[in-house]
């Protein structure tokens, strides 16, 4: 046997070093992120070849110059301590607007370039005009249809979810999901309103919000969130904490909520019953809650699901995909969560995907648990979808157990 006790200090000394420059380079992040989502769309739109005339240049590059100052300047003001919201919509959008025009300045500026040569197009300056009004035009169209998709009321996706040891008598229960919905700096009071006129068409057994109400403290959105208020259910509406109530006063939301008439699932449950068989429906705070500083707020399934029958199936709430290790553990049946948005700009999934065990829709996690996850109801930041539509999910859980006749 090899003796490694020499060697294990020596590691460690080589990779405290490593892991400390790691950390002073991800401090850098915020100020090297803005300056390439500028630079290189302003470099492949103008100074790759196109030789535009001087006027055309210096415009061109004072805009980008403009951008890169104004969006940071816009964003901390808009969602610092000022929380100003037009600034905070300018910026928004100016950040969304510079993230595809990125994205399809790297991918044209790249692919379509190429294919140009391949082909014989043109000359060097033809080829370079060619992708410059290629990549303005597919940013132009994706932001208008992007900003469609995000402000339109979401539709409906309805799926069956077999639960093995859900009851017979609660075959058929209609669950609707929604999520994410972000009141902010725009305001939605009538889209907020339409939503729930359509919550209101589906007949929900039970109607779930697994968090991120709001950009902003209760007494600030509360118009916006006012319509939640009108929605039905014939067994209960439940709701639990997303990240986004702990920037902006958490107990606030959930004290609005009680009020509206929602029953805030905090670390508990509640239990649904028909048909002789019994469905636990249980919350947890959002993973965030605890370093929050709140008193009393913390994600914790054991007093989830203490006093539950452990035979009775379980239905959770929780706001990040990634709690689902958690409920697997704790013999968890169905988790529902949001967070994620489906990546909301595309190709912005794959970040979230280093962060999140799924992006969206139903997947199984361990023996038993089941994880769907929203690609949320409203958006946060950016007015845009791309890629990434929004949705209000009814799920009708059936039972293996069910007749025929259901």
Same mark, same amino acid.
């Given at each position: 046997?090899?003796?490694?006790?020499?060697?294990?200090?020596?590691?460690?000394?080589?990779?405290?070093?490593?892991?400390?420059?790691?950390?002073?380079?991800?401090?850098?992040?915020?100020?090297?992120?803005?300056?390439?989502?500028?630079?290189?769309?302003?470099?492949?739109?103008?100074?790759?070849?196109?030789?535009?005339?001087?006027?055309?240049?210096?415009?061109?590059?004072?805009?980008?110059?403009?951008?890169?100052?104004?969006?940071?300047?816009?964003?901390?003001?808009? &969602?610092?301590?000022?929380?100003?919201?037009?600034?905070?919509?300018?910026?928004?959008?100016?950040?969304?607007?510079?993230?595809?025009?990125?994205?399809?300045?790297?991918?044209?500026?790249?692919?379509?370039?190429?294919?140009?040569?391949?082909?014989?197009?043109?000359?060097?300056?033809?080829?370079?005009?060619?992708?410059?009004?290629?990549?303005?035009?597919?940013?132009?169209?994706?932001?208008?249809?992007? #900003?469609?998709?995000?402000?339109?009321?979401?539709?409906?996706?309805?799926?069956?979810?077999?639960?093995?040891?859900?009851?017979?008598?609660?075959?058929?229960?209609?669950?609707?999901?929604?999520?994410?919905?972000?009141?902010?700096?725009?305001?939605?009071?009538?889209?907020?309103?339409?939503?729930?006129?359509?919550?209101?068409?589906?007949?929900?057994?039970?109607?779930?919000?697994?968090?991120?109400?709001?950009?902003?403290?209760?007494?600030?959105?509360?118009?916006?969130?006012?319509?939640?208020?009108?929605?039905?259910?014939?067994?209960?509406?439940?709701?639990?904490?997303?990240?986004?109530? #702990? #920037?902006?006063?958490?107990?606030?939301?959930?004290?609005?909520?009680?009020?509206?008439?929602?029953?805030?699932?905090?670390?508990? &449950?509640?239990?649904?019953?028909?048909?002789?068989?019994?469905?636990?429906?249980?919350?947890? @705070?959002?993973?965030?809650?605890?370093?929050?500083?709140?008193?009393?707020?913390?994600?914790?399934?054991?007093?989830?699901?203490?006093?539950? @029958?452990?035979?009775?199936?379980?239905?959770?709430?929780? &706001?990040?995909?990634?709690?689902?290790?958690?409920?697997?553990?704790?013999?968890?049946?169905?988790?529902?969560?949001?967070?994620? &948005?489906?990546?909301?700009?595309?190709?912005?999934?794959?970040?979230?995907?280093?962060?999140?065990?799924?992006?969206?829709?139903?997947?199984?996690?361990?023996?038993?648990?089941?994880? #769907?996850?929203?690609?949320?109801?409203?958006?946060?930041?950016?007015?845009?979808?791309?890629?990434?539509?929004?949705?209000?999910?009814?799920?009708?859980?059936?039972?293996?157990?069910?007749?025929?006749?259901?």
């Amino acid at each position: 046997m090899t003796d490694t006790s020499n060697t294990r200090p020596a590691e460690r000394e080589t990779r405290a070093p490593r892991r400390s420059r790691l950390h002073r380079l991800m401090r850098f992040i915020p100020l090297i992120a803005p300056v390439l989502l500028w630079t290189v769309p302003c470099w492949v739109l103008l100074h790759t070849g196109q030789h535009w005339p001087l006027p055309v240049t210096l415009v061109g590059a004072t805009l980008f110059v403009l951008g890169l100052i104004g969006m940071p300047l816009a964003m901390m003001r808009g &969602h610092g301590r000022r929380q100003q919201d037009r600034a905070a919509i300018v910026g928004d959008t100016l950040l969304g607007s510079i993230w595809v025009l990125f994205t399809w300045s790297v991918l044209l500026g790249v692919l379509l370039r190429l294919a140009l040569v391949l082909a014989g197009v043109g000359d060097g300056q033809d080829r370079a005009r060619i992708v410059t009004w290629a990549v303005l035009g597919v940013a132009a169209v994706l932001l208008v249809w992007g #900003y469609a998709e995000a402000r339109r009321v979401p539709r409906v996706r309805r799926l069956d979810v077999e639960l093995p040891r859900l009851g017979a008598g609660l075959d058929g229960t209609r669950v609707v999901l929604i999520t994410d919905t972000h009141y902010g700096p725009l305001d939605r009071a009538r889209w907020s309103a339409r939503v729930c006129e359509t919550l209101n068409t589906l007949e929900a057994d039970l109607v779930c919000h697994t968090g991120d109400i709001a950009d902003g403290t209760a007494e600030r959105r509360r118009a916006q969130a006012a319509p939640l208020g009108t929605v039905r259910a014939t067994r209960a509406r439940v709701y639990v904490t997303g990240n986004h109530e #702990y #920037y902006s006063e958490a107990q606030g939301w959930v004290d609005l909520m009680d009020e509206l008439g929602w029953e805030p699932l905090r670390n508990r &449950h509640l239990l649904l019953e028909r048909g002789g068989d019994t469905l636990v429906v249980a919350g947890v @705070d959002d993973v965030t809650a605890e370093s929050s500083g709140l008193a009393g707020h913390r994600a914790h399934l054991a007093g989830a699901l203490e006093g539950a @029958d452990p035979d009775h199936p379980v239905l959770l709430l929780a &706001h990040q995909p990634t709690f689902v290790d958690r409920a697997a553990a704790g013999g968890v049946d169905l988790q529902l969560s949001g967070h994620t &948005h489906g990546g909301q700009i595309w190709p912005f999934h794959h970040l979230v995907r280093l962060d999140q065990p799924a992006l969206a829709g139903l997947s199984r996690h361990g023996t038993r648990t089941l994880l #769907y996850t929203s690609r949320g109801t409203g958006f946060w930041g950016p007015p845009f979808r791309v890629f990434a539509p929004s949705e209000i999910t009814l799920l009708v859980l059936r039972s293996p157990r069910r007749t025929t006749s259901s």
